[in-house]
């Protein structure tokens, strides 16, 4: 097995390694990234066609800066791929009037000045007929929201990563990794390699690369729903805004009919199957179809004709649901770059820009200041 040199290794080539492969190739970085699946693959949280995107941020306000670069950084990508990847369709935040989902989507808008509308659910309905949510909800309308087709952007940012010069290997495991006296040195099942620094995006499999991460890491079984609608012309993307919805202790989410010919629905969190990646049941259950339908046909009773396709992902879960993107805290050659607690894919082509920001030079011009490791004590004590 040969050894070779880089400048960046970036392990995970899923939605946050792609795109740090990107940015750093495209600064002049000798780059290496390393997939032990295909790419793209369906083992982990990217696949499944397309993410919701939108700036209308009930998570926390500070995210809508780093949203606004993310935005202007998929049409780059777009651009230099020739297909489209960011669908605009508008996004609903909806819940009861009082609720924190709609409130704090209102207060995202607000405080960075973001256009929207305040519908009631008859309104909501009267606009898009699709829609049949509870009286008392009120619903956020956002212009810019939609999604990114989530696959092909993959593809997208190791494609322009490998014509500015990156190496990219699939199906090649990474076994291990330590620290040298001028770097880093990786092991993989193929061979084994050095790099002045190292990003880690593994996702689901960060704790077994990460010292410390572990304990942070909650890793859920999410399965979407596919479903036909009876009435299609209603779940056209010109006619169905991508939606976050609230009721009581339940949160769905949802996005028109594209490139499977079914409306896609999930719940969050949806059966609280904490689970071991690698041994995870990958095949959807008669109970995963049965909770999908009976939730979508609550508020969308046009959109759940035949069952199209179910998919299963993981989620991975931090403490507080915030990302972890940072320096590692034993050493600066080392960037962390996942997981996002099932809502970090929009943010895939400004988190690459950061990752190469660090890798590079240490720190970034981004606030990430939610983000840090150090917010968590294990970490402090690394």
């Not at 699709?130 to 190791?158: D, K, M, N, T």
């Amino acid at each position: 097995m040969s050894e070779q040199h880089f400048d960046t290794i970036v392990v995970g080539i899923g939605a946050m390694g792609s795109a740090a492969c990107y940015h750093l190739a495209r600064r002049g970085q000798r780059v290496l990234g390393l997939e032990r699946f295909d790419i793209p693959h369906s083992q982990g949280s990217s696949h499944g066609v397309n993410r919701i995107i939108r700036l209308a941020y009930y998570e926390d306000p500070s995210y809508v800066p780093l949203l606004r670069r993310a935005y202007a950084l998929w049409r780059e990508l777009e651009q230099g791929f020739g297909e489209q990847l960011l669908h605009i369709t508008g996004s609903i935040d909806a819940s009861e009037g009082d609720s924190w989902l709609f409130e704090q989507s209102r207060l995202s808008c607000d405080l960075h000045g973001l256009p929207y509308e305040v519908l009631t659910s008859a309104q909501l309905r009267e606009r898009f007929p699709a829609y049949h949510l509870p009286e008392g909800h009120l619903a956020l309308l956002q212009p810019e929201g939609g999604f990114v087709a989530s696959e092909r952007a993959i593809v997208a940012h190791v494609l322009g990563a490998i014509e500015a010069g990156a190496e990219i290997h699939a199906r090649e495991a990474v076994t291990g990794w330590e620290l040298t006296a001028d770097g880093v040195r990786v092991e993989t099942t193929r061979g084994e390699y050095k790099a002045s620094k190292l990003v880690l995006s593994a996702g689901a499999w960060m704790g077994d690369l990460t010292p410390g991460l572990d304990s942070l890491l909650v890793r859920e079984r999410q399965v979407l729903g596919w479903f036909q609608p009876t009435k299609p012309a209603l779940y056209d993307p010109i006619r169905f805004p991508v939606f976050n919805l609230a009721h009581g202790d339940d949160r769905y989410y949802g996005f028109p009919v594209f490139g499977v010919p079914g409306f896609k629905f999930g719940q969050y969190h949806h059966r609280g199957e904490v689970i071991d990646p690698d041994t995870m049941n990958r095949e959807p259950e008669p109970e995963d179809e049965a909770l999908l339908r009976e939730a979508a046909g609550r508020y969308f009773p046009d959109g759940v004709g035949p069952t199209m396709s179910l998919k299963a992902c993981i989620f991975t879960n931090s403490p507080d649901e915030h990302f972890l993107l940072d320096l590692l805290p034993a050493d600066d050659r080392v960037v962390v770059a996942s997981p996002c607690s099932g809502h970090g894919y929009k943010f895939a082509s400004v988190i690459g820009e950061i990752a190469a920001d660090l890798a590079i030079s240490g720190e970034t011009a981004h606030d990430i200041g939610l983000f840090r490791l150090d917010r968590f004590e294990v970490m402090r004590s690394e």
